[in-house]
Nanobody, 116 residues
């Protein structure tokens, strides 16, 4: 079992920045995928960004050029730097880990609100 704990959400004016961090409770060996998802009220979670254990990156089109995902395999953390935030970026952000056998782990979610 792996626990994921997010931090760094909050409220910011449009054009501002926030940095989300997610710490895993233990090292996950083997190939795995870390990512951030966003949920808007009444909708499914959608992928914002992901990074594989080998460093391959994937971003939603809406955040390309504004968000940067990174990971520290020694500290078991993944970070999402969000710049030039817009009101449509508002939502609950969830940290995700997909391990090598296909098990998904989720954090509790952190609220991001961008004020227009």
């Amino acid at each position: 079992q792996v626990q994921l704990v997010e931090s760094g959400g909050g409220s910011v004016e449009a054009g501002g920045s926030l940095r989300l961090s997610c710490a895993a409770s233990r090292i996950v060996f083997g190939v795995n995928l870390r990512g951030w998802y966003r949920r808007i009220a009444g909708r499914e979670r959608v992928l914002v960004a992901s990074i594989s254990s080998g460093g391959s990156l994937n971003y939603a089109d809406s955040v390309k050029g504004r968000f940067t995902i990174s990971r520290d395999n020694v500290k078991n953390t993944v970070t999402l730097q969000m710049n030039s935030l817009q009101p449509e970026d508002t939502g609950v952000y969830y940290c995700n880990l997909l391990d090598r056998v296909g098990i998904n782990y989720w954090g509790q979610g952190t609220q991001v609100t961008v004020l227009s």
